[in-house]
């Protein structure tokens, strides 16, 4: 994945209506948090400033769309120019059919944005013992999105 190095500051912006998204949210921050951020999560109704190095974008779908309230965050002019990561949640890994149907849900969300769309994945919306993979995927996500930290400098007064 391309990320474009280090990206300290984060702002997810999300919506859900069954709560799965918020814990996808919830792991994707630990992940990029441990490795550095300092991460925002946010309701689109609750975003005041995009002043921010990457900004997330994620939505579960529903009837083979996204919800509305992230689709109209996507159309908003104020996102040109700004780098933006994109994932759907949802259950399209059965029949084998996931990359035909997530490809057809990430298009749907992008529709027409004005951002700089730098990465797109998905989650499965999975449960029971699914659930510790889930975490563990979404958790190395937020580190990529993070970058690579910086070296740490060896004190002086050790070499
Ligand atoms: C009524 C309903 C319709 C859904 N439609 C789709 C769909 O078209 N495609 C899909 O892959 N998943 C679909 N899902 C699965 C949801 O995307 C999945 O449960 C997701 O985790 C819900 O996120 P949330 O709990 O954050 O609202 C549907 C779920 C429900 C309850």
Do not use: H
Not at 70 to 93: H, P, T, W, Y
Request: overall charge neutral.
């Amino acid at each position: 994945m391309e990320l474009v190095g280090r990206n300290k500051r984060i702002l997810i912006v999300y919506d859900t209506r069954g709560g799965t998204t918020n814990e996808v949210v919830g792991w994707i921050m630990d992940g990029a948090m441990s490795a550095g951020a300092y991460v925002e999560a946010r309701t689109p109704k609750n975003v005041d400033t995009l002043d921010y190095d990457l900004i997330v974008i994620g939505s579960p779908i529903y009837n083979e769309e996204p919800m509305g309230s992230i689709s109209d965050f996507m159309a908003q002019e104020n996102l040109r120019g700004k780098k933006i990561a994109l994932f759907v949640v949802c259950f399209a890994g059965v029949f084998g059919m996931r990359n035909f149907m997530v490809r057809k849900y990430l298009d749907e969300l992008k529709g027409s944005c004005a951002g700089n769309i730098i990465y797109e994945t998905s989650f499965d919306a999975a449960m029971g013992p699914w659930r510790k993979l889930n975490r563990a995927i979404c958790f190395d996500f937020g580190k990529e999105l993070a970058g690579p930290r910086r070296p740490t400098q060896t004190p002086l007064s050790v070499i």
